[in-house]
């Protein structure tokens, strides 16, 4: 499978472009022609006040948090209007894999959530004349940019769910996102970003995925070999159907620099390092929902956050699914997360 | 620096070698001339009966543990004779790195605990007649040793102490540890286990020992920045000078025959795939010690196998440095491990 048959709206739904002209980057290059490609489900209505931001992880597309949205579903589309935003190198929006030179492939400059989050508030204010959102959610690098939005324009998010993500990349997290990079980076067929089709990178794609299946879920979850309520026979049917599967269509550099932006996520360089500062700026109600097993983000370090957040609750999702209780495989996770939603949808906010 | 400048006595101190013969493997290949390294501390008294069996970790040496042992360490040399045993693929007795063809570099057969156990026994019996065993200890892959001893011979093991290791391979153990070696493989200096020097595999070790930076130690040390205490300026600093430092000198087939090793431990085998059934072989006084914070083998892993051994003691080492805390880089570490292996020691046992 080539990467344009992957980043396709025939795999994705149809999707539209926000054109963001020469957009600069935190980090100082111009992406010129820049594009932010978003999806949205319900009605914008004339008040412009049934506003939800559902910003998406790392290696997925605006369409992967679709499943939480439906008339019975925690976000009921004839109630609002859902966003759901692109992100720099998802595929869609610009990235390595459908930039032209100077910046295609491997050239592709780094981006930042921070670039994210200023793309995607040039889309609601200048595009749809959204001055305020009811509520802005995401998982993992969701998280990030929900944070970074609750962060930077504190006055236009009303609710802030981050779901098993951190406003500041611990550093574990940043070593452990940068040898799954490696692992793309080490097949020769990537050659610094510049191959013709992405399937050329299948060796390297494969390592990612193996490397990936070790801390993507847990200790207890391959013990109790909960492979097989998922539908696999076995260990190795589950890494090669599941984790290669999932990662074997996608383009490495759209993974690699998605993972750059992870893994320097921070608030704090809003308030010269000073995360408290950052953090204290939030005036969202906030719910901050780890996962109880999650490797990348335990609930310890997410809890250390939340205590920074003035207007903030603390809930943790039980799931032996690890970080990936959020594409809800089991009842209990849906049930979980669901009612996180709903609930904080509930509160009353000024 | 090459592989015979480090697998030296000159870096690893006097070794000495008992000879295999044609020593059949478990997995049925008949390894000529196969050795055995080993050292010793203390003297063996007359009746034999002062005998502790100190097997090393992966990436070890019979040197690697000596650090237990003297007059004001809870092993005293005056009192018992220590044999530190070496294992196949350590660099010092039969291994990829110092096997002659046909079973030279990546020819080298896969060997497992069970052979090391073995050539361990045929040692103690056929060199010094030792019968019976005051105490096995072991860190890791050493823990795995020591279960593998404590339930094939269970009439010779008095004492068992496995620190940080379980006696049957977990299937997350499984893919980490697969991963750590194909970090190596990924190197196409590596060239199937067929290059001229180790220093030619430089970016495979490199790359292995950042991939280990992550599971190896915790999310706590890094977020604490523990490696300051450890010397170290920054965390690159720390992930160059320690990580690729360690693992720099190393011989890359070393360590993947070794892994292969470790992700294969099983002592169920035995019983047909019963792990209740070996554990319940086991005679010995057992104390079995998980580390507080280890990614590899988490207490909760550990705990499940020691409620099958009948005469056993559980005890959780409460250490920041993760599975590294059998280094004794803290005092507190240091203490806690000490504290084990006097108290075992002390325990009357008929």
Known sequence: ?????????????????????????????????AKLAFKTQGTLNPAKDNVILFPHMWSGTSSSME???????????????????????????????????PFN???????????????????????????RLELVLGWSMGAEQTYEWAVRYPDMVKRALPFAGTAKTTPHDYIFVRSHEDA????????GGFYRDQSDVHVGLRRHAQVWSVMGLCQDFYNKEAWRELGFTSLEDFLHRFWEAYFAPMDPNNLIWMGWKWR???VSRHTGGDLKAAL???????????????????????????KLIPNSEFRVVDS????????????SDRDQIDACIRDLLAEKVD
């Open 280 to 306: 204290g700026r939030i005036k969202a109600k906030t719910y901050v929902v780890p996962f109880s097993r999650d490797m990348f983000f335990p609930p310890v370090d997410c809890e250390a956050e939340q």
């Open 105 to 131: 492939g491997g050239a592709f400059p780094n981006v930042t959530i921070g670039d994210d989050v200023r793309a995607q508030h040039r889309l609601l204010s200048e595009h749809f004349g959204i001055k």
């Open 184 to 191: 793309l980076k080490s097949d020769p067929a990537w050659n």
């Open 264 to 266: 320097h996520g921070d």
């Open 1 to 33: 499978m080539t990467e344009a048959n992957y980043y396709s709206e025939k795999i994705h739904g149809p999707h539209q472009y926000f054109e963001l002209g020469d957009f600069e980057l935190e980090y100082g290059i111009t992406l010129p022609n």
């Open 67 to 101: 499943i939480f949205v439906g008339e019975d579903r925690p976000i009921n589309p004839n109630k609002y209007f859902v966003i759901f935003p692109g992100q720099f190198a998802n595929g869609f929006s610009s990235s390595p894999s459908n930039t032209p030179a």
């Open 320 to 331: 032996l699914q690890a970080h990936f209780a959020m594409f809800c495989l089991t009842q």
